[in-house]
């Protein structure tokens, strides 16, 4: 496996349950990142993880729990979600320091529909 | 504070016609910046990027963009349409240094006409 990998790709969920979604990065990246791309609006960022800690949190509802275990890994925990939630989640990672100019590496994002 | 604003949400070329999409940017310290490109049911690609070595920057599939200081611009062009560069194109900037939230325009949609 190389990039950034995303499971699952298609995802169908009630307003009750509760589900995961899972990102594994190989390129040895310190930060990575949850972003929601819905139709017709700009892409929005959700979570940043940089060196396993939480930086960003732009005011994402608590029905979304991202959890990063380590600098590969980053999940995004989905609980009694509404309709208005469907949308394309996307994950990134990118390699932040000084010496780096810090573009992100997508994966091919998560299609999230809530019924 | 930094912003992106990308002109155009839909752009229509013939094939083999000139590409140009738009991007003014806004950045309070020296910024970094990008042009992703998205095709359809995939993530963002990194077509290329600028970091203040030099302003004609090229990337992939015959892709260039300059950056203008001036202008506050960042414009992606190609001299020549093909097919399958339909696809929608982000323009991203980003401060320098460290941890740096990236923030992205809304995109435009390219449609190439045979």
């Known amino acids: 496996e190389t990039g950034v990998t995303q499971t699952p790709r298609h995802l169908v969920m009630g307003m009750t349950n509760k589900k995961s979604l899972k990102c594994e990065q190989h390129l040895g990246h310190n930060a990575m990142y949850w972003y929601k791309q819905s139709a017709k609006k700009p892409l929005e960022l959700m979570f940043v993880?940089?060196?396993?800690?939480?930086?960003e949190n732009n005011s994402v509802p608590s029905r979304f729990s991202p959890e990063c275990p380590n600098s590969s890994h980053l999940f995004l925990h989905l609980h009694t979600l509404q309709p208005e939630d469907s949308a394309l989640y996307l994950c990134?990672?990118?390699?932040?320091?000084?010496?780096?100019?810090?573009?992100?590496?997508f994966g091919e994002g998560s299609r999230l529909t809530v019924l | 504070a930094q912003s992106v604003t990308q002109l155009g949400s839909h752009v229509s070329v013939s094939e083999g016609a000139l590409v140009l999409l738009r991007c003014n940017y806004s950045?309070?310290?020296?910024?970094?910046l990008f042009w992703y490109v998205q095709y359809p049911n995939q993530g963002l690609q990194l077509l290329l990027k600028y970091t203040s070595a030099a302003t004609l920057v090229k990337g992939i599939n015959g892709f260039e963009a300059e950056f203008k200081k001036s202008e506050t611009s960042f414009h992606l062009t190609k001299p020549s349409a093909h097919m399958s560069d339909a696809a929608e194109y982000f323009c991203?900037?980003?401060?320098?240094?460290?941890?740096?939230?990236?923030?992205f325009g809304t995109g435009t949609k390219l449609q190439v006409i045979p």
């Open positions: 993880y940089s060196l396993e800690e939480r930086v």
């Open positions: 990134a990672s990118s390699q932040d320091s000084n010496q780096y100019t810090g573009e992100l590496f």
């Open positions: 950045s309070s310290v020296p910024p970094y």
């Open positions: 991203a900037v980003r401060g320098s240094g460290g941890y740096q939230k990236v923030t």
